[in-house]
């Protein structure tokens, strides 16, 4: 291991120690100054989802120990390279932007995040296939959950930058772009799992699932949380039809899809 690698992997947990702390700040900190929006929109989940940043942290804790392992160099050096750093400052100005009300510039920045992030995700797929269950856990499951929250964040982030709700509830405008971002995030469930063919990506399709499933838990209006519900149910049960598909005798190309892309 050169002293390179070994200034990176350093490099790589002072930013994870970093990342954490941020992200605590952000999410159970001091609420912002008064006057400052607080980003509801007729999208916005409920609180519980953010717990999704536990697991996230969790298992990036895991990669920051795993990397030092002879056995994860290269995807480590190689498959997410500097950009865990990149993603992860990207990733704290993102949320520092959206606690202080700045929804426009946050919004950017969360688009920013997600292209570093989906350089690791799909660098990881093509380039450094997972061979171990370590490296499914500790290398590919961090970035692949961190993703699916990523793209679910920019919808939401995409609502909080440029709507706004009233008292008297969503517009039939406001109601049909709502249902359009949700339609959209179950297809992109769906992509997840049909992506990497044999694999599957189960891991981001079930972190939109989850936050889709906290739209249906904080929105009232009943047409924006049926149809939240709907693709939420949808996008838990469509990664198990290669196994239903097995039941009744029929072959898919997905049927062997391990829990972890």
Same mark, same amino acid.
């Given at each position: 291991?050169?002293?390179?690698?070994? &200034?990176?992997?350093?490099?790589?947990? *002072?930013?994870?120690?970093?990342?954490?702390?941020?992200?605590?700040?952000?999410?159970? @900190?001091?609420?912002?100054?008064?006057?400052?929006?607080? @980003?509801?929109?007729?999208?916005?989940?409920?609180? !519980?989802?953010?717990?999704?940043?536990? +697991?996230?942290?969790?298992?990036?804790?895991?990669?920051?120990?795993?990397? !030092?392992?002879?056995?994860?160099?290269?995807?480590?050096?190689?498959?997410?390279?500097?950009?865990?750093?990149?993603s992860v400052l990207l990733n704290a100005a993102w949320l520092a932007l959206i606690k202080h009300g700045h929804f426009i510039i946050g919004f950017i920045f969360v688009l920013l995040t997600a292209s570093s992030v989906s350089f690791v995700f799909y660098n990881l797929a093509n380039n450094h296939p997972a061979t171990t269950w370590y490296d499914k856990l500790f290398i590919h499951a961090p970035f692949s959950l961190w993703?699916?929250?990523?793209?679910?964040?920019?919808?939401?982030? #995409?609502?909080?930058?440029?709507?706004?709700?009233?008292?008297?509830?969503? @517009?039939?405008?406001?109601?049909? &772009?709502?249902?359009?971002?949700? +339609?959209? *995030?179950?297809?992109?469930?769906?992509?997840?799992?049909?992506?990497?063919?044999?694999?599957?990506?189960?891991?981001?399709?079930?972190?939109?699932?989850?936050?889709?499933? $906290?739209?249906?838990?904080?929105?009232?209006?009943? !047409?924006?949380? !049926?149809?939240?519900? $709907?693709?939420?149910?949808?996008? &838990? *049960?469509?990664? $198990?039809?290669?196994?239903?598909?097995?039941?009744?005798?029929?072959?898919?190309?997905?049927?062997?899809?391990? *829990? #972890?892309?």
């Amino acid at each position: 291991m050169s002293r390179l690698h070994i &200034f990176q992997k350093v490099v790589n947990v *002072l930013v994870y120690l970093f990342f954490l702390s941020t992200t605590v700040y952000s999410v159970v @900190g001091p609420a912002p100054d008064e006057g400052v929006s607080d @980003g509801q929109t007729y999208i916005t989940p409920s609180f !519980w989802i953010e717990w999704v940043w536990t +697991v996230i942290h969790l298992l990036l804790g895991g990669f920051v120990i795993y990397q !030092w392992f002879e056995a994860a160099h290269e995807q480590a050096i190689h498959g997410v390279g500097w950009h865990f750093v990149i993603s992860v400052l990207l990733n704290a100005a993102w949320l520092a932007l959206i606690k202080h009300g700045h929804f426009i510039i946050g919004f950017i920045f969360v688009l920013l995040t997600a292209s570093s992030v989906s350089f690791v995700f799909y660098n990881l797929a093509n380039n450094h296939p997972a061979t171990t269950w370590y490296d499914k856990l500790f290398i590919h499951a961090p970035f692949s959950l961190w993703h699916g929250w990523v793209v679910f964040s920019s919808v939401v982030g #995409l609502f909080q930058a440029f709507t706004h709700t009233s008292e008297e509830g969503p @517009g039939v405008w406001s109601r049909i &772009f709502v249902i359009i971002g949700l +339609v959209f *995030l179950g297809f992109t469930a769906i992509g997840y799992v049909e992506y990497k063919k044999q694999k599957g990506d189960l891991t981001s399709a079930f972190v939109i699932a989850l936050g889709l499933l $906290a739209v249906f838990t904080n929105q009232s209006d009943p !047409w924006i949380r !049926w149809v939240a519900f $709907a693709e939420a149910i949808i996008s &838990f *049960l469509y990664p $198990a039809r290669p196994y239903v598909f097995k039941l009744v005798g029929r072959n898919t190309e997905a049927e062997n899809a391990p *829990l #972890l892309g």
